[in-house]
């Protein structure tokens, strides 16, 4: 049974850039979570979706930040019109339940 | 609101002996989860134990245990003949009762662990 899967592990984008990280949550899991992690610090969440809905987005700024998790495919975060400031490591974690929560690698975004 | 404090920014310990890292958290729930993730070099997230509140033996898993404290609020993780593969960061996190609306995992800064040879 495959881990979860994040891809990809590093992306470099220029200001003003889009920014799609990709996340497919282990087999069985319909929950999935986006965290992000700035350097030296713990992580912070983002949002928490099961398949086609957003059951919870309040970690996420308002502007530019958007998740959707199909029906088919994977879960995509999407960041439009990068700046320095989204550089981080993203995290995603999946679940089958409100149970433990596994992570993925994480993508490392770099923002020139 | 949780919060989720880890005092030691950084700690080392030599190889084969114990160490112990702290975790404090503040919450106002009787029915929650705690978790000890590590984070290695690599910065893959990695369970390292869990412990449900309602459960007063403290869990253990190989050379890791931890001792919760409810009354306290007090969750430290215990690491037997460490070794070098367990440098990394430790991260302490909670989370609330099984109710749909807490599945936010509250963290902590971390601990950076280093293993002296």
């Known amino acids: 049974n495959a881990g979860v899967m994040q891809n990809p592990r590093h992306l470099v984008r220029r200001r003003g850039q889009e920014a799609r990280l990709r996340c497919s949550p282990m087999?069985?899991?319909?929950?999935v979570y986006w965290y992000r992690q700035l350097p030296e610090e713990g992580l912070k969440f983002m949002v928490y979706l099961q398949k086609e809905n957003i059951i919870d987005e309040s970690g996420m700024p308002k502007e530019r930040f958007s998740a959707e998790f199909p029906k088919e495919g994977p879960s995509i975060l999407r960041i439009q019109q990068v700046v320095r400031g989204d550089s981080a490591a993203y995290f995603c974690?999946?679940?089958?339940?409100?149970?433990?929560?596994?992570f993925g690698p994480g993508t490392r975004l770099l923002v020139l | 609101a949780q919060t989720v404090t880890q005092s030691q920014p950084e700690m080392s310990v030599q190889e084969a002996e114990t160490v112990t890292l702290s975790c404090t958290y503040d919450t106002s729930e009787s029915d929650y989860y705690l978790f000890w993730y590590k984070q290695p070099p690599s910065r893959q997230m990695i369970l390292v134990i869990r412990q449900e509140a309602y459960k007063q033996q403290n869990a253990t898993e190989n050379r890791f245990s931890v001792n919760f404290q409810k009354a306290a609020k007090s969750f430290s993780l215990k690491i037997s003949d460490s070794q070098l593969g367990d440098a990394a960061m430790y991260f302490c996190?909670?989370?609330?009762?099984?109710?749909?609306?807490?599945?936010?995992?509250?963290w902590g800064a971390g601990t950076k662990l280093i293993i002296k040879p």
């Open positions: 087999k069985g899991h319909s929950h």
């Open positions: 996190a909670y989370r609330g009762p099984s109710m749909d609306s807490n599945y936010q995992l509250i």
């Open positions: 974690a999946s679940s089958p339940s409100l149970q433990t929560q596994y």
